[in-house]
């Protein structure tokens, strides 16, 4: 690993000392295409105002890739760039390196999204947005090559797995009632966090190398695994819900997807920062209430896009039934 390091610490050295500071804005705009917050405006955008089959398919492929991504991370907790080279920190992260979330993630929907679309433009620059989503975590000197490399191969498995095993998934649940279809989402959830737990336990007993253990005080927390259980389990439940009660039609003219997009997408916001404020008030993340109102709020904010907000649109006449 160490002749990787040195190959990895090189390279960023090369791209930094040619393109820095010149293009620091624009690798930390790509670089934002990669995180929590822009998919949390583009997934309901597709959801609410494109196709809501589609919508629903990213985030399940989002949410599994990322959460392979993140048990990996954990499980190997190598270091990232800035924490052992001499190399430019122009963005920080707490987690560990290997792999590249961002990589995994960006090219998971954006492989899926050019499968989805007919247009050649449009697929490439999904093209062009997935290469330097994960260039930028290179020339910011928060990942190795071999962490994109990894993180492109786990994006690739999950949309092979979701080609090949989502017709035979869904009709299986489509057979199960609705109470069973929300139990059964939330069995998958609590998995998801039982994961992370059990991954944590596994390298407990191994300690940071002492040269870049400073960085690390946060690497090791399970959070984000609280994080995805409560997402998935909001958007299994919601989205059970919506077939049953709030069947729409994501179509209509661009004005009234816009106005809907509006409308969805204030309230989701209000929802998911508002909760933030008010659950940091009760309890600190790293505490067992701090874990469980991490699930509670990613969980109703995904309730929120996949049921309520559709529910809302319908009453309001800014959607049809479909």
């Known amino acids: 690993m160490e002749a990787l390091y040195q190959f990895g610490i090189s390279l960023i050295q090369i791209i930094q000392n040619s393109l820095s500071p010149a293009l620091d804005g624009v690798m930390n705009g790509f670089s ?32 599994y890739t990322d959460l392979t991504a993140a048990s990996l991370k954990l499980l ?3 270091p990232r760039p800035y924490w052992i080279g001499n190399v430019k920190p122009l963005s920080t992260e707490p987690t560990y390196g290997i792999p590249s979330s961002h990589a995994s993630d960006s090219l998971a929907i954006g492989g899926y999204l050019m499968a989805r679309i007919k247009q050649n433009w449009q697929r490439i620059l999904l093209g062009i947005i997935v290469f330097f989503v994960a260039f930028s975590r290179l020339y910011l000197g928060v990942h190795f090559p071999q962490d994109i490399l990894l993180g492109w191969i786990i994006g690739f498995a999950v949309l092979w797995a979701a080609a090949k095993w989502e017709t035979i998934v869904r009709n299986w649940l489509d057979d199960k009632s609705l109470a069973v279809q929300i139990g059964l989402g939330f069995i998958d959830s609590v998995l998801i966090f039982l994961t992370g737990l059990f991954i944590r336990f596994l390298v407990s007993g191994t300690a940071d190398p002492a040269s870049w253990s400073s960085f690390t005080t946060y690497s090791r927390s ?19 819900l919506m077939r049953r009660y709030a069947r ?36 600190p993340d790293e505490t067992a209430l701090g874990y469980t109102l991490r699930y ?14 559709p529910w809302l649109f319908l009453k309001l006449k800014l959607a049809k039934p479909e």
């Open 32 to 63: 934002f295409l990669g995180r929590i917050e822009f998919y949390l405006v583009l997934i309901p955008f597709i959801y609410w105002s494109i196709d809501r089959r589609i919508g629903i398919r990213a985030f399940l492929i989002l949410a």
């Open 248 to 283: 729409f039609d994501a179509k209509g003219s661009w004005e009234s997807r816009g106005i809907r997009y509006l409308v969805g997408i204030i309230s989701l916001l209000v929802v998911f920062y508002g909760l933030d404020k008010f659950f940091a008030l009760i309890a």
């Open 222 to 240: 399970i959070t984000h695994f609280f994080t995805l259980a409560g997402a998935v389990f909001g958007a299994y439940a919601g989205y059970a």
């Open 76 to 78: 190997f907790h190598e």
């Open 296 to 309: 509670i709020r990613y969980g109703f904010a995904t309730f929120w896009m996949t049921f309520l907000a």
